[in-house]
């Protein structure tokens, strides 16, 4: 923790005729809301326990009993992993409602991508060219003490990357770049944009 000039006071001090100053910390008050060890909310809670059991549902893809007894598990061992996790990491993240509902522009953003990969088919089928495997890289707006744009490094890896011909490889925080994978060169989408991407991709 780092000390300001104020939690410092300087008192001079005589030793054997030399004048020396010395530095005495004063007592420190806790931050407002600081917490030693976090502890996740109830609603958080709640929320990252259904949302693991819709994704065991949806990744079974059905509720016999013998599934939904291994889900069970899974849930309980997956929820106390999320609330270790959740105590001891230091990093924050902070999701704004803004970048979350970008998540709206996905359902016009796939279909505008899969009309990409039909277009691909086609031209493999008509003998006029193919899908390559292209390796981009492009800015974003990126940085370690930023919470939300942290946050927005994470929804915009997840909303991109469900399209097939965008696949987010990773993000680099220090270069403040994003790499991805297209099988047919496009631009990089609004939805990207919004949640930090800039335009000016190039070929690796």
Partial sequence: MDLSPRDLALRPERTRGHRVTTFYTKPMKPRRGYRSSRTPSAGISVLSTLLIALLWILFTGGMQ?????V???VLILSSLFLYTVWRVEAFRLDFRLADVAQGWRIPGYLVSKNIEIVKVLLKCWSGRGGARSLYRVSGF???NSNPRLAARQILATLYTTVAPNFIVIGIDDRQSRM???QIER???S??????GARTGAKRT
């Fill in 65 to 69: 009993r013998d599934e939904m007894i």
């Fill in 71 to 73: 889900g069970a598990a």
């Fill in 179 to 181: 790499l991805f994978h």
């Fill in 190 to 195: 609004t939805l990207t944009k919004a949640l």
């Fill in 141 to 143: 707006k990126t940085s």
């Fill in 186 to 188: 496009t631009g990089i």
